[in-house]
């Protein structure tokens, strides 16, 4: 199929986890995809066109994030985008990977965090309005469980960004409704990846499943979301981690 004739997927952070496993489960299905990470294009990535597709980006900076969108605008086939997940995520951590709380997270780290985890979702989705709008697409904002607990192990930065992020999932889904763009999250819990703090695994026995998530998991849910199974479907944030939630 010539890229013309193709879904368009835009992922952010998806060099690695989850976002790794989205990548391989869109372009296996036969979508486009266009990839934003702070890593450049890895020659190790299997997926046709990624080199091409790959863009290099500090979603940090605000500026920079608009200007991706402007970019992606002008390769897409007929102006339309099926597709926009917002996976990107940072979560600082203390020495020796200690969690660092409200209390000890410095002002700087607060922004650097809340630009990544949570403004670049509303800056590229907005800055992308209309082409999702073209092709009645569907946005997945990629959230968390520490969104909605105190969590051992991820940060109070990276948790108050997560929980801003399912509040910004219901706002975007009224928001976008009217142009036919469905906007919804998904919650992972603790997902195999190497973003996980060391010590995770004890925390197996206490889950449902007793056992972490695969990435691919995730990405299955997320290929859901951006489906035509889930054309009624938004507003709505899935939880992904094994009945953890509960």
């Known amino acids: 199929m010539s890229d013309v004739g193709k879904k368009t997927l835009l992922l952010t ?20 995809v266009f990839t934003c990470s702070r890593q450049p294009f890895s020659d190790r990535c299997p997926w046709p066109g990624g080199e091409d597709n790959h863009i290099v980006i500090d979603l940090s900076d605000p500026s920079g994030t608009a200007e991706v969108a402007e970019r992606i605008r002008t390769r897409l086939p007929n102006e339309k985008l099926h597709a926009l997940v917002n996976n990107a995520g940072i979560s600082p951590k203390g020495n020796g990977g200690r969690r660092l709380n409200s209390l000890e997270t410095d002002i700087e780290s607060w922004w650097h965090v809340f630009h990544v985890n949570f403004f670049s979702s509303v800056i590229l989705a907005r800055g992308l309005k209309t082409e999702l709008a073209n092709a009645r697409g569907a946005v997945v904002n990629v959230t968390s469980i520490a969104g909605s607990r105190v969590h051992p192990f991820a940060g109070a930065a990276y948790a108050t960004s997560k929980a801003a992020l399912a509040a910004l999932t219901r706002e975007m889904a009224h928001d976008f409704g009217p142009m036919g763009v469905r906007v919804n999250a998904i919650a992972p819990g603790e997902v195999v990846s190497s973003m996980l703090s060391p010590g995770t695994e004890s925390m197996i026995p206490g889950l449902p499943l007793r ?36």
């Open 13 to 32: 952070g998806a060099s690695r986890g989850i976002g790794h496993a989205t990548v391989k489960r869109f372009s296996a299905a036969g979508w486009r």
């Open 211 to 246: 056992r972490l998530g695969e990435p691919e998991e995730v990405a299955d849910a997320i290929f859901y979301l951006c489906s035509d199974q889930s054309s009624y479907v938004s507003g709505a944030e899935i939880e992904v981690n094994g009945a953890q939630h509960v």
